[in-house]
């Protein structure tokens, strides 16, 4: 299984960004797939996450309003579409792949998740 990520850069504050992530080596639409991001000396955590099929969506509450994940399932791709970025945004994001066998699902969790990308660093200057 290999995870993808590409798509970060450096953006002034209240620009736009979009993370691609694109899914090799699996059944795509059976995985939740799921944004993660971390900083140094910080745990990992939680952006946003979609369902296997009908594109239910959960945000952290930093991302509501501002964040919106969709995914791709013809062509293996999850998306993170990052507007109005803040300093704060700055970080190294993961896109993360958990298998699941129902079709509502969605994972908050580090955890939860057993493939992931390598990463790509967004670094939003002020």
């Known amino acids: 299984v290999q995870l993808q990520a590409c798509g970060g850069g450096l953006v002034q504050a209240g620009g736009s960004l979009r993370l691609s992530c694109a899914a090799s080596?699996?059944?795509?639409?059976?995985?939740?797939m799921g944004w993660f991001r971390q900083t140094p000396g910080k745990e990992r955590e939680f952006v946003a996450a979609?369902?296997?099929?009908?594109?239910?969506?959960k945000y952290a509450d930093f991302g509501k309003g501002r964040f919106a994940i969709s995914r791709d399932n013809t062509q293996n791709t999850v998306y993170l579409q990052m507007n109005s970025l803040k300093p704060d945004d700055t970080a190294v994001y993961y896109c993360?792949?958990?298998?699941?066998?129902?079709?509502?699902?969605?994972?908050?969790?580090?955890?939860?998740?057993?493939?992931w990308g390598q990463g790509t660093l967004v670094t939003v200057s002020s």
């Open positions: 979609v369902g296997r099929i009908y594109g239910t969506t």
């Open positions: 080596g699996v059944t795509f639409m059976t995985y939740v």
């Open positions: 993360a792949a958990s298998r699941s066998s129902t079709s509502r699902e969605i994972f908050t969790t580090p955890l939860r998740y057993e493939h």
